[in-house]
Nanobody, 116 residues
Framework: QAQLVESGGGLVQPGGSLRLSCAASGRSFINYAMGWYRQAPGKQRDLVAT???????NYLPSVTDRFTISRDNAKNTVWLQMNNLSPEDTAVYYCNAKHPLGVDYWGKGTLVTVSS
């Protein structure tokens, strides 16, 4: 059973940093595009960052220059380094794996709260 498990969320002060991890198991995700999404209370789920199997990245404009997505295919792991966090970044962050043929996996999410 393929599974994605996020970790690394928590409470951080404005201007602080967090590093989220997504551990994939149950199959190889080497051919999958991996991504991080987030959903704030009462809002839709938004794409934050993606990284393709060959390492190409894409970011939500508001996080460019603050967030960095990376992956290690040998470890089946994806990370999201988040710097200079603001209260607007508060949300549940979800890991996603998307195959070119349409197969889609989601983690259960990890909560990030940015507050003083």
């Amino acid at each position: 059973q393929a599974q994605l498990v996020e970790s690394g969320g928590g409470l951080v002060q404005p201007g602080g940093s967090l590093r989220l991890s997504c551990a994939a198991s149950g199959r190889s995700f080497i051919n999958y595009a991996m991504g991080w999404y987030r959903q704030a209370p009462g809002k839709q789920r938004d794409l934050v960052a993606t990284i393709t199997s060959d390492g190409s990245t894409n970011y939500l404009p508001s996080v460019t220059d603050r967030f960095t997505i990376s992956r290690d295919n040998a470890k089946n792991t994806v990370w999201l380094q988040m710097n200079n966090l603001s209260p607007e970044d508060t949300a549940v962050y979800y890991c996603n794996a998307k195959h070119p043929l349409g197969v889609d996996y989601w983690g259960k999410g990890t909560l990030v709260t940015v507050s003083s």
